[in-house]
Nanobody
Framework: QAELVESGGGEVQVGDSLTLSCDIS????????FGWFRQAPGKEREFVAA????????LYADSVKGRFTLSIDWAKSTVELQMNNLNPEETAVYYC??????????????????WGQGTQVTVSA
């Protein structure tokens, strides 16, 4: 059974908003950070945003700064990614990730051992 379960993907139009949710209620690891990555067909996996558990430090990729917001909903045990003003180049599978190390570098996907199954986001022109 997957420990990280994403939901909220779908097809939207240019400029629309979408909120992705990652259910963390069933994790069995002690997290130090959660992150969101995305991968478009034929492209490398790309960092989107992450939050470090210890100090709440949140980091965003330059391409999404000011449009995306990562938050933790403690009541629902979810890590959410609010995405505004989406564009077609952001069509990708979005993955929720978790890690248990010092989490010094938040942007490298290879440092996150825990991954969800991904949720498809399609932005149409």
């Amino acid at each position: 059974q997957a420990e990280l379960v994403e939901s909220g993907g779908g097809e939207v139009q240019v400029g629309d908003s979408l909120t992705l949710s990652c259910d963390i209620s069933k994790i069995t690891f002690r997290p130090t950070a959660f992150g969101w990555f995305r991968q478009a067909p034929g492209k490398e996996r790309e960092f989107v945003a992450a939050v470090r558990w210890a100090d709440g430090h949140t980091l965003y990729a330059d391409s999404v700064k000011g449009r995306f917001t990562l938050s933790i909903d403690w009541a629902k045990s979810t890590v959410e990614l609010q995405m505004n003003n989406l564009n077609p180049e952001e069509t990708a599978v979005y993955y929720c990730t978790g890690r248990t190390d010092r989490a010094a570098c938040l942007t490298r996907h290879s440092l996150y051992p825990h991954w969800g199954q991904g949720t498809q986001v399609t932005v149409s022109a």
